[in-house]
């Protein structure tokens, strides 16, 4: 997964012209309002209760995967005669619900409150402009990329915590 | 002054009233100035939408007025557009007027003002502008919000080629703010300090999903863009064009422009406008639209075809009569009837296009694939022609298409029907030829005819008719029907003459007939076989013409050489040819092909005049011929390959190579150096003449290592690489040898037989007897005589051998020579009373060294004897024991030097005669006694080295009896 959402990321990129498609291209402060930045300290990280570390990443999750179903639009829109991208999105935007689900589970399992379903999209989001929301599907798929590898470490430090 | 003061002030005041005056009277038309003005914009098209009404206008009143109005940007004194519009007007009616900005409407604060007069000549006194309104300020910057950057105009859709203004608006006035079109750094001007413009020019089509043009902070990640979408130029439609085929619908066609190269940003739109009817449709497809025609009769049509997209519109015009373009449907109905051997009549219905109007049919007829006949008719509504001179049993296609004939537009489809004609009696004899041979007295004709052609038999042939004319007697007829598909039948004839009639027949009727004559003579007579040479289009065949009386000639080969079928074939040629070229696709590169050629007499009897042979294509041998060497001899052998098949050989045998590999750098002459295919060098001899079936190979040399390999070469080449066969030549010498030698061994064993048989009298010759003094008859005669002088010496006579024993002090030492004084001390062996004789005959000599082979040679019985050895045969076999080691110390020890302590054996041999034991001699003189005057000491060798002294002492005893 994390190596599909890095694949997703370069293909996106690459679809969307100059700059994006400029090698090494990056805009780390490029950030949406509506999605939650993954990037954290390692101490407020690790200072995080299990219940807050999982609520994070489903939170995440469930703005991405809305994230991924409106950049999905975009692209559909701007690039039409792209089906591996539109292919790419639609795959990680299924792979971010299975994750959510996974997650819902564990919470579950936890007895850790799990987040309602909310609309962080809200009515802002068909007013943008063509290079907006380039720039917005590149910081959902940079952050696709994130909030995975943090899961990733959420669900890693969890097992450690509850082998077997 | 003051009173001039109070005037001045009285004036002022009354010049203020005056002025007051005039401004009231001047208000009036001041009530037709725009009011109520309001500016609203348009981002997305960049445009500044004005709408103001006048108020003062009486009731019903409509005047035409011109509105002056004025756009400033950033100030009010920045004036930028100033334009009159000029409309009429009504009483409270909103007036609306749109101004599109090049620059986007975010870059900049724009203020719009206007005013107004009557331009209308029943009120020519108002002729006078109105003040202006004030200035309505547009400032869309204000409303942008607080992001740092922005960019406008975004998502602005232009064509190719096109001038785009671009400009970027920032908040900050720290970062530096660079921008890129496409990651090319674009270059502006700045507009005020927050905002920057950039202008493009002619701007290119890049990709179908826009142009991105892009701002960003040197400092941080701040960037902001737009993507330009630039479409290519939208063009025309090309091609377009209306018909009808029913008079009851147009369908109207044309080639859409190049595609604008965008996705989705623009959509084009077709429409389909007639002016006389004043009727437009919108067009659902692209390339094509249907109008229905109108049943009022409209002869005549103007359509206008539009293409519009979001920036541009196109149209084109068409006008046209719709008689004119009526493209007919396709002839129905359509028959072919009364078909005969050589005729049939094709009918057909058309559809009617008017009252009036004719149409033009054409017609065609195919035979074969190809068009054999083309004709126009013209037909109201039944169409009719009749087809001539066809081929009898053919298959045709007859087609026919129509069109206006009044005003030619289009061919209508073709409507095609296929028939076939009537049969009709074959046209032509077959070609016949024969093949006799002669059977138990009977002529076996084997009859052969190669089939009609299509256009020859005139439909299908069932049978043939073979008529058999006895020539002998004429009226003698035989009739043979031989049913198709047959080519050929074999007739057993008697020797008489026969003239043969053979007919095709088909349903209809019969052919002319094919007549040859066979006469008891086959005509084979030997003719010389000729080569001929075969090319890729075959054989070129050559004859020497006959003079008179032929009436043709016939060329005869077999395409299957080999087979016993032989796939007979012949060709008929003319009288006056001689020359012909065969060719076939059955020939076969390899293979042998035999032509015969006949001449044709008046009589119709084939006889033979000559015979080629050849190949199409020769090839290499296929096989080598098995050599067989004999008479081998040191300089040459001999090859033979007899049993070589030449003749079925892939081409003519032209000769031979034998190639012949020795150690020999240099080739014998006959030969030349030749490089085989696995590079090894050996030498070549050409045998040019095919038939000469053996070689002789000379001048090689004897004993000597050769190796041949014999293979045929054709015009292509040599047969294939073999083995070679391995010869040694005989040595030179070996027979010669073989010769002398057996002859010799031969003499050698006769000559010892004969010794064998003859070997006593050989013996007698070669070797005879010693004679013993003994027996002698000498002895009887000597005693006869009494002659006291003449004695035979005997052994006993000889004086003994004595030892002398020489005692020497221990660990003194001394020299021979010093031993002289010491005297001897003699041991005496042989006890003999006639020691001492004193002085009687001997000889002494002096020999430092004692060898018993001397002694053997003498034997006369002086036996060396140690000191310890006792005069006894026993004595002299045990002594030799320590033989060997003295001889090693009298070795080593010089002669004048004798080890301490050791006792030496000094031998005194005192012969009696030196004669003694020679038999070999007779003592003819006998040795006078002599005195002896010295005897010196002798060393003496140990026993050890000597022969056994047994064997001496037995001699000496032998002899001593």
Known sequence: ?164 | MALFSAFQTTFLLALLSLKTYQSEVLSEPLSLAPESLEVSIDSARQCLHLQWSVHNLAYHQELKMVFQIEISRIKTSNVIWVENYSTTVKRNQVLRWSWESKLPLECAKHSVRMRGAVDDAQVPELRFWSNWTSWEEVDVQSSLGHDPLFVFPKDKLVEEGSNVTICYVSRSHQNNISCYLEGVRMHGEQLDPNVCVFHLKNVPFVRETGTNIYCKADQGDLIKGIVLFVSKVFEEPKDFSCETRDLKTLNCTWAPGSDAGLLTQLSQSYTLFESFSGKKTLCKHKSWCNWQVSPDSQEMYNFTLTAENYLRKRSVHLLFNLTHRVHPMAPFNVFVKNVSATNATMTWKVHSIGNYSTLLCQIELYGEGKVIQKQNVSVKVNGKHLMKKLEPSTEYAAQVRCANANHFWKWSEWTRRNFTTAEAAPSEAPDVWRNMKSVQGHCVVTLFWKPLSKLQANGKILFYNVVLENLDRPSTLKLLSIPAPANGTELTLDQCSYQIHVTANNSVGTSPASVIAVSGDPGNKEVEEERVKGTEDGFCLSWKPQPGGVTGYVVEWCERPGDPLCDLQWKNLGPNTTSTVVSSDAFRPGVRYNFRIYGISTERIPYLLEKKTGYSQELVPSDNPQVLMSNLTSYSFTLSWKDYAAESQPGFVQGYSLYLKSKAARCLPGSEKAVLSDDSICCKYKIDNPKQKTFVVENLQPASFYEFFLTPYTSVGEGPQGAFTKVTTPDEYSHILIRIILPMIFSILLIMILCYLKSQWMKEKCYPDIPDPYKSSVLSLIKSKENPRLTIMNVKDCIPDAIEVINKQEGTRKSLTETEPTKPTYLYLLPTEKSHSGPGPCICFENFTYNQAASDSVSCGHVPVTPKAQPSQLGLLTSSENGPKALGKNYVNSLGEIPAGETNLNYVSQLASPMCGDKSSLPTNPPEPALCSEYKTQMAIPMGLASPPSITLLDEGEHDH
Request: overall charge neutral; aromatic content about 8%; hydrophobic content about 40%.
């Open chain 1, 1 to 164: 997964m994390q190596k599909n959402t890095s694949t997703l990321l370069q293909t996106y990129l690459q679809y969307q012209g100059s700059p994006f498609s400029d090698p090494g291209f990056s805009a780390p402060e490029l950030q949406l309002s509506s999605l939650p930045p993954a990037a954290v300290s390692f101490k407020t990280w690790h200072a995080l209760d299990d219940g807050e570390r999982l609520g994070h990443a489903q939170g995440a999750f469930l703005a991405l995967t809305q994230h991924l179903q409106l950049v999905g639009d975009d692209q559909r829109d701007l690039n039409p005669g792209s089906p591996i991208l539109l292919a790419q999105l639609g795959a990680a935007r299924l792979r971010a619900q299975g994750l959510l689900g996974n997650m819902a589970a564990i919470m579950t399992a936890l007895g850790l409150p799990i987040h309602p379903e909310e609309d962080t999209l809200g009515v802002v989001a068909f007013g943008a402009s063509a290079f907006e929301r380039k720039c917005r599907g590149y910081v959902v798929t940079r952050e696709y990329g994130h909030w995975t590898d943090r899961a990733v470490r959420d669900l890693a430090l969890l097992k450690a915590k509850y082998p077997g």
